[in-house]
């Protein structure tokens, strides 16, 4: 069965510190990875791709099929960057999406 | 990049009615998708919509309830059928253009 699973539902820090939000999945294929944000009062955007191996906003993700993990992370966190995020899985032409975890970062 | 737009935005609705979501995509898309998000919940996907093919709807979710039109490439509408207070729900529409894109959401309110 595909799954995504968030553990997080609230992560708070303060600006400046390291940020790791965690995403665990269950595929039985070759899964393609996201993560969404959503910002206050905004529609859900997508944030990065595991394929692109970009970093958006300073932000970065590195799939691990061992440990079947897609977790996002950000060396210092800003102020800005409050909001949920969602980690999702493709599969079968669809979007699957964990509970998210909603990032405050404190000044 | 895709542009997606819901119509309404929010309403508020009676139990027992039925309300119809529209969706709009600036660009031609084969696929798309109509999730729900209930309060303090993730987006749950409730059915696929493909041009000129009847709606595929992931397990929990019927055709008699929420009913999918896909006339067009760039259309979409979903109704919510017979509604109840647990239908009280966030309603978000999405498509395939390259990426995956979302609307802004129809919040909807059954008293």
């Known amino acids: 069965a595909q799954r995504v699973t968030q553990p997080e539902k609230l992560l708070s820090v303060f600006k400046g510190a390291p940020v790791e939000l965690k995403c665990n999945y269950s595929?039985?294929?070759?899964?393609?990875l996201f993560w969404y944000v959503q910002y206050s009062r905004q529609r859900l955007q997508l944030l990065l791709r595991h394929i692109s191996r970009e970093s958006i906003k300073g932000f970065t993700a590195d799939l691990n099929k061992g440990e079947t993990s897609f977790h996002l992370k950000k060396p210092f966190a800003q102020e800005e960057d409050s909001a949920m995020y969602y980690c999702a899985l493709k599969g079968g032409g669809k979007l699957i999406f964990g509970q998210g975890t909603e990032l405050s970062v404190k000044p | 990049s895709a542009v997606i737009s819901q119509k309404p935005s929010r309403d508020i609705c009676q139990r027992g009615t039925s309300l119809t979501i529209q969706c709009q995509v600036d660009?031609?898309?084969?696929?798309m998708f109509w999730y729900r998000q209930q309060p303090g919940q993730s987006l749950t996907l409730i059915a696929t919509?493909?041009?000129?093919?009847?709606?595929?709807?992931e397990s929990g979710f019927v055709i008699d309830k929420f009913p999918i039109s896909r006339p067009n490439l760039t259309f979409s509408t979903l109704t919510v059928s017979n509604m109840s207070p647990e239908d009280s729900s966030i309603y978000l529409c999405s498509a395939t253009y390259g990426t995956q894109y979302f609307g802004p959401g129809t919040r909807l309110l059954v008293l």
């Open positions: 660009s031609q898309v084969t696929m």
């Open positions: 595929y039985s294929g070759s899964p393609e």
């Open positions: 919509a493909n041009q000129g093919s009847e709606a595929t709807y």
